[in-house]
């Protein structure tokens, strides 16, 4: 089975619990993964709210030496990509792809010359806000949340230029619009579903998917359950109504995972990446295997092939 995910925690949880990247108890460990193949991760250095300014930039570069760290310490199994070539050359030689996202654009701490010493750094996806508010914009968490600053206008146009990808899960609506105004390329939606089945605001209206689709973005579906489920009580199942949903706004080419592994609850029948193949299985009770292929591999490698 292929398997390219968008989002996942699990290198910040490797940093909050000392916990190995090849074998520990979280969601996420390389010798679990790499049941499947070929098989490409991006990684989130995720940035708590409660981090502005300089501790932000300083948290940031902490999770950071972490991953490098597990990057060359299972140097043999997995390979840190910084372009499209590399991404290719990784799977071909079966190993895991490894692409770097911040989670959070507070990890800037306001300055536009961190931008691209993150670039630098190898970062290239960027979710520019979490739930709350930072130097970028509002989050979606954000009471009367308004959109970009003049600051994240700023980032979003560097970020383009510089060849990292905007991700605008977590983004409040207002802010996803001035998105959609500034650029030009296309942009994502690492982890986030359809408002339409499960209401909550960290979903996608359908205007919002619509609008990324047009654009030749891709939507990572989330496996945290307050997202699939209203109310919560999810099941794998409960995957299945997303796709359908996005399907029917034409959306083969634009549906990946963006499973959020480790920094969310995940359905109930579900332990960790070991069990993604049961999705597979799944959803292939409903779906073609050339739509759950592009699901789970297809349309993520065509996405990076084209804009990394
Ligand atoms: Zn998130």
Same mark, same amino acid.
């Given at each position: 089975m292929k398997y390219f995910d968008l989002h996942c925690d699990t290198i910040t949880e490797c940093y909050l619990k000392k916990a190995e990247l090849f074998d520990n108890?979280? +969601?996420?460990?390389l010798k679990r993964a790499?049941?499947?193949?070929?098989l490409a991760q991006v990684f989130a250095i995720w940035i708590p709210d409660?981090?502005?300014g300089e501790s932000a930039v300083r948290r940031f570069e902490d999770v950071y030496k972490t991953f490098i760290f597990q990057m060359t310490k299972n140097s043999d199994k997995i390979s840190f990509c910084h372009n499209a070539a590399e991404l290719k050359s990784a799977l071909n030689k079966n190993k895991t792809a490894a692409l770097l996202s911040i989670e959070g654009g507070a990890a800037l701490g306001g300055k536009i010359e961190n931008l691209d010493k993150a670039y630098n750094m190898g970062?290239?996806?960027?979710?520019?806000?979490?739930n709350g508010r930072c130097e970028i914009g509002d989050g979606?968490?954000?009471? +009367?949340a308004k959109g970009l600053t003049e600051f994240g206008v700023e980032v979003v146009r560097r970020m383009e230029q510089l060849g990292m990808i905007v991700d605008v899960s977590h983004l409040s609506e207002k802010g996803f619009w001035n998105v959609a105004e500034v650029t030009s390329k296309p942009f994502i939606a690492s982890h986030s579903n359809s408002q339409k089945i499960?209401?909550?605001?960290?979903n996608l209206t359908d205007e919002q998917f619509i609008e990324i689709k047009k654009r030749g973005g891709i939507v990572g579906i989330n496996l945290y359950r307050g997202f699939l489920r209203d109310g919560g009580k999810?099941?794998?199942?409960?995957?299945k109504n997303h796709i359908e949903h996005f399907l029917s706004l034409g959306g083969e080419n634009v549906l990946a995972l963006g499973g959020d592994l480790d920094g969310s609850d995940l359905p109930y029948d579900m332990k960790g990446v070991e069990d993604i193949s049961k999705i597979y299985d799944e959803l292939l009770k409903s779906f073609s295997e050339q739509i759950v292929n592009a699901l789970f591999f297809d349309n993520a490698y065509r996405f990076f092939e084209n804009n990394l």
């Open positions: 108890e979280l +969601h996420w460990s790499q049941a499947y193949n070929p409660e981090y502005r970062v290239r996806i960027m979710t520019l806000t979490w979606v968490m954000v009471k +009367h499960c209401s909550h605001k960290r999810a099941f794998i199942k409960d995957v």
